[in-house]
């Protein structure tokens, strides 16, 4: 039988939001706190985008399933997703501090990037998974924008120093692609994962 919920492993409020909007009922199934989340998200010499993203949510996946097997919770799907920030093949993940993201955001200024965002299942012994690519063209930004972005601190905790949902949607010229999967969910390939586990989405 299938359940009739699922575990979403993730910290990010924004994923949880975006898989309300599917109608699928789901529950957190988060990190202890001596699971060190951070090293997952190192990248190996040479690694491009497209690896990273898939290797670090599938690493992501393997902690949530033996979470879940220790935990004694009732059985069910669990979902992962990992999204990174790509300017050719420069991986830009979550900045260090005020003075990494106002270097990311000077990167992005002005040029066209990719936000990869790869999203997995694992239902009994079956795994799914997928990966969202989309474009975003940033517009000009001054030293100014950039640090008043910056001092919000919305960049905190986010590949590439910014949020599409929040006050950095104004620095967007266009995209081309999922806004879901730019916001850390792609919607439409989560659906897909999930139909094939017996949801209706």
Do not use: W
Request: glycine share 8%; net charge neutral.
């Amino acid at each position: 039988m299938t359940a009739d919920f699922i575990y979403l492993a993730s910290q990010s409020p924004r994923r949880a939001q975006l898989l309300g909007q599917l109608g699928v009922r789901h529950e957190l199934l988060l990190a202890a706190a001596d699971e060190d989340a951070e090293a997952l998200e190192a990248v190996q010499p040479g690694e491009s985008p497209t690896a990273y993203v898939q290797r670090v949510t599938a690493l992501k996946l393997d902690a949530a399933v033996a979470r879940l097997a220790r935990s004694g919770l009732p059985a069910a799907p669990v979902l992962c997703a990992d999204t990174t920030v790509a300017l050719g093949r420069r991986i830009l993940g979550k900045p260090q501090d005020g003075e990494d993201a106002r270097r990311m955001l000077t990167l992005l200024a002005g040029r066209s990037h990719r936000v990869l965002t790869a999203v997995a299942l694992q239902h009994g012994e079956e795994r799914h998974a997928a990966l969202s690519v989309s474009r975003v063209q940033f517009t000009a930004l001054d030293a100014t924008r950039i640090a008043s972005y910056v001092a919000s601190r919305e960049p905190e905790g986010k590949a590439g120093a910014y949020a599409i949902q929040g006050r950095a949607a104004a620095f967007v010229d266009h995209i081309h692609g999922s806004h879901s999967g730019i916001m850390g969910l792609p919607l439409f390939e989560t659906a897909e994962l999930l139909r094939r586990a017996g949801f209706d989405c």
